[in-house]
């Protein structure tokens, strides 16, 4: 009789594996701690006397969903972009974010939300379909929980769609199509030889895996 899988058969994981998402977090961590701090502090201050201060992190939203779509079309294994999103947002705590308080937690749910389309293929299609599918995914998520965090009942539903425009629009450029671009260069060049998609590099990386599961 075969034992019961657990959900992410996390257990299948190997060294280089570990190795890999806690660079891919620590590097989008850096990242990410940079890009939130100086917009918050110096583009939103600038553009807040025209009224567009609350506007200005939705542009760069798609580069905190990175790591969770560029980690698990990488690695094709369940789980990983829930456990790269998040230990992406626990990296900046510890690195004294100004966001503490609700990084993690958003950092998880965008993580998850991604997670959701790369499961939804059974972690065996890894294409641009995929990727831009995860991206949207982080992003449904983000803003459902931003739209629980800020109350937005109360925001006129233009300013709520001209939002979620984009931020989406953001992360179909930023998470979806510059990580598969950037993971595709890296397995070009046999960076990621050792990993599912440089394995695969040699065939069409825009197709479905047909016999092997990276699951």
């Known amino acids: 009789m ?7 058969n996390l ?12 660079l891919i977090s620590v590097f989008f961590a850096v990242i990410c701690f940079a890009v939130v701090h100086f917009v918050a502090f110096t583009v939103t201050p ?14 760069v939203f798609g ?7 560029f980690a698990p079309y990488i690695m094709r294994k369940a789980g990983v972009a829930t456990v790269v999103g998040t230990l992406t947002g626990l990296v900046q705590v510890l690195m004294g974010s100004a966001f503490a308080s609700t990084v993690v937690v958003s950092a998880f749910f965008q993580g998850l939300g991604a997670e959701v389309f790369f499961a ?4 065996k299609k890894f294409n641009r379909t995929t990727v831009l599918l995860a991206a949207t995914g982080a992003t449904i998520a983000s803003f459902v929980l931003a739209w629980y965090r800020g109350a937005w009942n109360n925001v006129l539903p233009e300013i709520i769609a001209i939002r979620f425009f984009i931020r989406l629009t953001s992360a179909l450029l930023i998470s979806g199509g510059f990580s598969k671009f950037l993971a595709d260069r890296l397995a070009k060049a046999g960076v990621l ?23």
């Open 193 to 215: 030889k050792s990993y599912p998609i440089g394995e695969k590099y040699a065939g069409n990386i825009d197709e479905p895996l047909r016999k092997k599961s990276y699951v």
């Open 11 to 22: 257990h299948t994981w190997q060294l280089k594996d570990v190795i890999l998402v806690s």
């Open 120 to 123: 939804a293929f059974g972690y």
């Open 63 to 69: 580069i905190f969903f990175m790591s969770a779509v």
């Open 2 to 8: 075969n034992k019961k899988k657990s959900l992410w």
């Open 46 to 59: 600038l553009l807040a006397p025209i009224g567009l201060g609350d506007m200005a992190m939705e542009f």
